[in-house]
């Protein structure tokens, strides 16, 4: 099971730090990705990294704006939220995959085999 945390209430323009705990013992073996659903739709990857981390993957609408990082030492893996809109607005979800390449970034939500509880970001304009 994954912790996912860091989310809430901001304005328009502001800045979240949202960051997922991962298990130890296979954390490095898994690939990770942020996804996030707004109501009313469906869920949608924001960032992926590979399990390498030498890999990312934004979509188009958070690109330049979103930071996807893992920290191997201590087993998270963050996503930095800037210059955040209404359209930002979602619950977010951390998801891990086991690979065996290094360098592959899922994006599918198919494809990802363990999931965080979510996490609310609201931004208010």
């Known amino acids: 099971q994954l912790q996912a945390s860091g989310g809430g209430l901001v304005q328009a323009g502001g800045s979240l730090r949202l960051s997922c705990a991962g298990s130890?013992?296979?954390?490095?073996?898994?690939?990770w990705a942020w996804f996030r659903q707004a109501p009313g739709k469906e869920r949608e990857v924001v960032a992926a990294i590979s399990r390498n981390g030498y890999n990312t993957y934004y979509a188009d609408s958070v690109k330049g704006r979103f930071t996807i990082s893992k920290n191997n030492v201590e087993s998270t893996v963050a996503l930095q939220l800037n210059s955040l809109s209404s359209e930002d607005t979602a619950v977010y979800y951390c998801?891990?995959?086991?690979?065996?390449?290094?360098?592959?970034?899922?994006?599918?939500?198919?494809?990802?085999?363990?999931w965080g509880q979510g996490t609310q970001v609201t931004v208010s304009s």
């Open positions: 998801a891990s995959k086991y690979v065996r390449r290094m360098e592959i970034v899922p994006l599918s939500p198919d494809e990802y085999e363990n």
């Open positions: 130890r013992r296979n954390f490095n073996m898994n690939a």
